[in-house]
Structure formats: structure tokens, C-alpha cells
């Protein structure tokens, strides 16, 4: 909790997001480029919403292994995956991985970078422990690029609210082809993908504007009738959303 305002069970949010997602999953899935046989890597797995896809690609041939910071993801995906003999989820942290040099064919995280202390290194982390050839495929969002039709300058006071307090690398999408980069890896493209919420309620849970909004007020960073003013106003009438998304598709040089 933060600023005294309540936040959602963290398991259920990750589902729900995935849920409201997919269009973007399904693209970054597809960029991974699985087979039969493939070892992948998902780091910051979460509850372990995007793993049943990879396994199916990689088959009992494959193997895929998720790892996750928190106990509490760890516990929710290994409840899932227990009977998947070519599944293993792990705790772990990406700063330092438990794998040996050059484990995984593939590798991938899913707005998990934007939460870590220390995004270079954790881009180095999984340069080792690809392959010569393996293929690195993140998709981190952009927060100060969030865009809800209506007043412009609550928009933008929102976005930096969030960015400054909320989020730890609140801009790290934009940043991701650099980072890669700099860890030795061969950028392949940047794609980038804006899904359009239309559904008050829906994107509220997604982006806490309520829960945010109400953050901002007690923290001094929004006027409170200002802030409530915004919310009613986006509850009436259409209602538009969209987020950015940077996808970054990398590969560790042979």
C-alpha cells in the first residue's frame, strides 16, 4: 500500500491484465519464434498466465521455466503447472540468475523490466544464459505515452504522477533497444502496439486511475476537486484509452 490507498490482490491483477492483453501477447508469442524441442526462458513470470502457450509450442520435448521474484507468483504458477513434467517455475531474481552460461534457446519478459532495479543488468543476465543464436523478446510498456481522451493537462498530470512515484522505469519501453544494445545483444526490430480501451471500469482496473488519481491528490501532485473532476468526467459518455507498448525483438550473436 501506498499513500494509504488500497491495491489489488497482485495474482488476480496479473490475470485480469492478461485477460485484457492479448492481442500484444499473442504478437510477442509469435515473435519468439518456438518450436518442438526449445528451451525458453520467461523471466518475471508472474502466476504463470503466459507459460501453457509456450509449453504447447515447445511440446514434452521442450522445456520452459518460469522464475519470479515474488513467493507469492512462484506459489500461484507452481500450483498450475505441477503435473507439466517439461514446466519448472522458479524463485529468482533476474539481477542474478541460477543458470549456467548459455542454458536457454529463447528468453523473454513481459512488463517486468519496468519494476526492476536494474535493468542493465538484468539485460546482461540474460545475454549469458542465452545461446549463441538465442532470440530475446521483451515487451515493456511506456507510462508517460498513457492516453485517456478528455482533459489534456489531467492527462499529463496523471502520467507524471505515475511516472515519478509509481512505476521504476515508467519509460522503459522507449528505452529497450539501447539497453539491449549495451548488454551485446543484435537489436532485430522494435515493434510497437497501442491497445484501445473503450470500457471505464476495464481500464480502470488496468491503470488504477482512481487508485492513482487518489495517490496523487494525497501526495499534493493533483488538486483534489481537479481529480475528481477528471474521474466523473471519464465515467460519462466514450470512453477511450491507450496504452503504448514497445516489443523489442534481440538475439544474442552467434
Not at 5 to 27: H, I, L
Not at 105 to 114: K, T
Request: aromatic content about 6%.
Amino acid at each position: 500500500m501506498r499513500w494509504g490507498v488500497p491495491s489489488p490482490d497482485k495474482v488476480a491483477y496479473m490475470a485480469d491484465v492478461a485477460a485484457a492483453a492479448g492481442d500484444y501477447k499473442r504478437q510477442l508469442l509469435d515473435l519468439l519464434e518456438l518450436e518442438p524441442g526449445l528451451t525458453v526462458l520467461d523471466l518475471g513470470c508472474g502466476p504463470g498466465e503466459d507459460v501453457p502457450a509456450m509449453a504447447d509450442a515447445v511440446t514434452t520435448s521442450g522445456r520452459v521455466v518460469g522464475v519470479d521474484i515474488d513467493p507469492k507468483m512462484v506459489e500461484a504458477a507452481t500450483s498450475r503447472f505441477h503435473d507439466h513434467p517439461h514446466v519448472e517455475i522458479r524463485l529468482g531474481d533476474g539481477l542474478a540468475l541460477s543458470f549456467e552460461d548459455a542454458t536457454f534457446d529463447r528468453a523473454r519478459m513481459d512488463r517486468a523490466l519496468q519494476h526492476v532495479a536494474d535493468p542493465a543488468t538484468v539485460l546482461t543476465e540474460l545475454h549469458r544464459v542465452l545461446k549463441p543464436g538465442g532470440l530475446l523478446r521483451i515487451g515493456e510498456p511506456d507510462w508517460d505515452s498513457l492516453v485517456v481522451d478528455g482533459d489534456l493537462e489531467m492527462n499529463r498530470a496523471f502520467n507524471r504522477f505515475v511516472c515519478s512515484t509509481m512505476v521504476r522505469n515508467a519509460t522503459i519501453g522507449r528505452q529497450l533497444a539501447r539497453l539491449a544494445h549495451s548488454a551485446g545483444f543484435e537489436v532485430q526490430a522494435v515493434h510497437t502496439v497501442s491497445p484501445v480501451f473503450h470500457d471505464f471500469a476495464l481500464a480502470d482496473n488496468i491503470f488504477a486511475l482512481t487508485r492513482n488519481t487518489e495517490r496523487a491528490i494525497r501526495a499534493g501532485a493533483i488538486e483534489r476537486a481537479d481529480g475528481e473532476r477528471w474521474l466523473a468526467e471519464l465515467q460519462q459518455g466514450d470512453f477511450l484509452a491507450a496504452p503504448l507498448m514497445f516489443l523489442l525483438s534481440a538475439r544474442k550473436p552467434l
